[in-house]
């Protein structure tokens, strides 16, 4: 892959990055915490929320090692659970808002796609806007994947009962780990998925 292209596929990764995070900070301070916004991360300035190794570094390894996977990650955006209006429907809010952001990117420019034709649209923006679609849902997949700090652990320990709390200390504690052995192992079964909503949103198989 040429320079040109590594850079277009990172900066795709960390803006989208980008505003998966800065949506936990407004959902958070929609729950009046204001965390986020006293940080200076309300912002989508990407300096304010670049993670070297997880924005720069590692994404631009794989892309240069031609990895069949894009991974990467932004700063966590700051917030205070105890400040939540609602702790737990707060909590569920804010973690599913980066997700939620995620798919609403991916549904503009994958309308966009579907109706490129009619609205005259050129074939490299389909391209470009394909890039966008496919990296924002594996965002919002992966995310949903219930292993700390994925935003999906956040959402499921909010419905399960306290006694399900030493699980949760022990995914933490070991969470990188499980990620390592999910990436590995299981991601590929995120696949199918990945492909089935693509078609369902441009209405094109992915690479085509």
């Known amino acids: 892959m040429n320079p040109v292209d590594a850079i277009f596929y990172i900066a795709i990764l960390i803006m989208s990055v980008v505003i998966h995070e800065v949506s936990h900070g407004f959902m958070a301070e929609y729950f009046g915490d204001k965390t986020a916004r006293y940080a200076g991360r309300l912002t989508m300035n990407p300096i304010k929320h670049i993670d070297l190794f997880g924005s720069i570094i590692l994404p631009g390894l794989l892309v240069i090692t031609n ?20 702790l737990k429907w707060g909590t569920v809010a804010v973690a599913s808002a980066g997700i939620l952001a995620n798919v609403f990117i991916a549904i503009i420019f994958g309308t966009l796609i579907r109706f490129s034709f009619v609205l005259g649209l050129p074939s490299e923006f389909n391209t470009i806007a394909s890039t966008i679609v496919i990296m924002n849902l594996a965002l919002a997949l992966f995310n949903l994947v219930p292993i700390p700090p994925l935003d999906g652990s956040k959402i499921l320990f909010s419905f399960l009962p306290r006694s399900f709390a030493p699980l949760m200390a022990l995914l933490e504690q070991y969470a990188f780990i499980f990620i390592i052995i999910f990436i590995v192992y299981f991601s590929k079964f ?16 992915l690479g085509f």
């Open 190 to 205: 995120l696949a199918p998925v990945l492909f089935y909503s693509f078609r369902l949103l441009t209405g094109f198989e």
């Open 67 to 86: 990895a069949p996977f894009l991974l990467g990650w932004a700063k966590p955006v700051p917030y205070n659970p105890n400040n939540l209006s609602n």
